[in-house]
């Protein structure tokens, strides 16, 4: 259970910094111009989304009922 755990933080990080790119590229700017903090915000934030749908569907039951 700890390793499906750790495997869902670790894929909702990645995924999320995924999608900040993509969204970064969409706007049409940079990532040096959009800034470390905002893109490290925005992925923080996208992921802990992804991360409650994984937990959902893996059944990890980290997040309380």
């Known amino acids: 259970m700890l390793l499906k755990r750790l495997g869902i933080g670790v894929v909702s990080l990645l995924v ?3 999608l900040t790119v993509i969204i ?3 706007i049409g700017t940079t990532l040096e111009e959009y800034g470390v903090y905002y893109t490290f915000f925005t992925a923080l934030s996208l992921g802990c989304a992804v991360a409650i749908w994984l937990d959902k569907f893996l059944g ?3 997040l309380p009922k």
């Open 24 to 26: 970064v590229q969409l």
């Open 16 to 18: 999320g910094f995924g």
């Open 60 to 62: 990890t039951e980290m």
